[in-house]
């Protein structure tokens, strides 16, 4: 039986040109959660539960994951963080909400982050699980410590080459991710990481699409963005391991480029914080939604 969040109503929701799976529970003010890479929208499970309590939460799996509809690259627009956030944008609107609190993790950070610099209306508080924007993460990526990203220059490539590396040994390809994100102790229970694999294995060309665009015109929007000077205007909240004393660079500073009211903030935990430490993700977000 596929896992789901407990007291949660799923459902596909048309949204654009996609149909997204999405699972909704509790009542109150709309926060989005968009989870991450390799995973699914079960990563937001435990920070989901508890924030039904006092808010609507929407836990959607991205386009090209999960149980979402996985589009062909068509061109280099079909995957861009801009298209996907119109995908979360056209969610909220069809399930009754014009604004809305908005989280992401990792690649659901980046779409959070593009989603905030073109539909600032929309949102109206943004956090960020341990990411960069995409422009500051490639321009700190250097030398021999560029290697623990290793999996952003495979899927970077023309289309081809990297879905059949990863089609050959697609477990244990998305399986290193989630053993060595970790931290400690710490594991994705066995039948949540089973579900992750799966998801992954079965979408092996839309999640190198998603990265591909990374490389390509998610940087160029960026890019633009940063020479007009926009900037994302609503409460900003970073929740980061510590990146900057890993690989030498001001994280907090990066940020503050991008993010006029912003609380940025490390945890010590990996880069699964979400699953690992929900308590303390809890409170972060909570405070950020009193700000």
């Given at each position: 039986m596929t896992?789901?969040?407990?007291?949660?109503?799923?459902?596909?929701?048309a949204a654009g040109d996609v149909v997204l799976n999405?699972?909704?529970?509790?009542?109150?003010?709309?926060?989005?959660?968009?989870?991450?890479?390799p995973q699914t929208h079960l990563m937001w499970r435990h920070v989901a539960a508890d924030l039904a309590a006092d808010h609507t939460v929407i836990v959607p799996d991205l386009?090209?994951?999960?149980?979402?509809?996985?589009?062909?690259?068509?061109?280099?627009?079909?995957?861009?963080?801009?298209?996907?956030?119109?995908?979360?944008?056209?969610?909220?609107?069809e399930l009754g909400h014009e604004r809305f609190a908005l989280a992401g993790h990792d690649r659901g950070a980046l779409v959070a982050v593009?989603?905030?610099?073109?539909h600032p209306d929309r949102v109206t508080h943004l956090a960020v699980l341990d990411a960069?924007?995409?422009?500051?993460?490639?321009?700190?990526?250097?030398?021999?410590?560029?290697?623990?990203?290793?999996?952003?220059?495979?899927?970077?490539?023309?289309?081809?080459?990297p879905e059949r590396m990863i089609v050959a040994s697609a477990d244990e390809f998305f399986g290193f991710f989630l053993d060595a994100w970790g931290a400690g102790a710490y594991a994705i229970p066995p039948e949540v990481r089973a579900e992750y694999l799966r998801a992954s294995r079965e979408a092996v060309p839309s999640i190198v699409a998603d990265y591909r665009a990374s490389a390509g015109i998610d940087v160029e929007h960026d890019r633009a963005d940063r020479a007009a000077g926009r900037r994302l205007t609503m409460p900003v909240t970073v929740l980061q391991q510590d990146w900057g004393a890993a690989l030498g660079y001001d994280a907090a500073g990066l940020w503050s480029a991008w993010a006029a009211d912003l609380d940025h903030r490390t945890l010590d935990a990996g880069h699964?914080?979400?699953?690992?430490?929900?308590?303390?993700?809890?409170?972060?977000?909570q405070a950020l939604l009193a700000r």
């Open positions: 896992p789901t969040i407990p007291q949660f109503e799923y459902q596909r929701v999405v699972a909704v529970g509790g009542a109150g003010s709309p926060v989005v959660l968009l989870h991450g890479f386009r090209g994951y999960g149980a979402s509809s996985k589009p062909t690259e068509r061109d280099r627009s079909t995957y861009a963080k801009r298209t996907m956030a119109q995908d979360v944008v056209a969610l909220a609107r593009r989603t905030g610099l073109d960069l924007p995409t422009l500051d993460m490639w321009d700190v990526l250097r030398g021999a410590d560029a290697a623990v990203a290793f999996h952003l220059y495979l899927m970077a490539q023309p289309p081809g080459l699964f914080m979400a699953e690992q430490s929900p308590r303390e993700v809890v409170a972060v977000l």
